[in-house]
């Protein structure tokens, strides 16, 4: 006869293992909407920091597939922290570049190969989101 003991109770979950996956902030992110007219800014993106590297694939994900594959993207150097001249997202190469231009302090530039340059005005990740709501509204109004 095989005996088995009663179950032991579930043991509380440590700080070091979480109940779920942590989460992704979610992306804040708008497109321009598709015209035939030329435009100043084609987006605007309010990332949750100054991290190159933990923001742009995020991004990048998002974008529409007719904009190809981003091959490389142009910042303002004096606000994104250190990065280096490239890095692998989903499996293909970015250069990163870093500018110190002063007309474009708030922008990011994104370049594809046979598709195009994009330039989406950039939201300080440190704005509240009353703040943010109507600077992204502007910059996407037909006067933008």
Known sequence: ???TAPP??????SPLSPLSPPTRPLLRLRLAPHSALSRRL?????????????????????????????SG??????????APGR???????VRLRKTVAVHVPDT????????GR?????????????????IMTAALSDRA
Request: proline share 14%.
């Open 73 to 82: 993207v142009t910042v303002n150097g004096a606000a994104w922290s250190a």
């Open 108 to 115: 990011v530039v994104l370049l594809a190969p046979g598709h």
């Open 42 to 70: 084609d987006g605007v993106w309010w990332p949750h920091s100054y991290d190159l590297l933990a923001e742009l694939p995020q991004l990048l994900a998002a974008l529409p597939r007719a904009w190809g594959h981003i």
């Open 118 to 134: 994009w330039d989406l005005l950039v939201v300080p990740p440190g704005t509240t989101e009353e703040a943010a709501e109507p």
């Open 1 to 3: 006869m095989i005996t």
């Open 87 to 93: 890095m692998l997202v989903a499996n293909q190469v």
């Open 8 to 13: 032991s109770p579930p043991s509380p979950p």
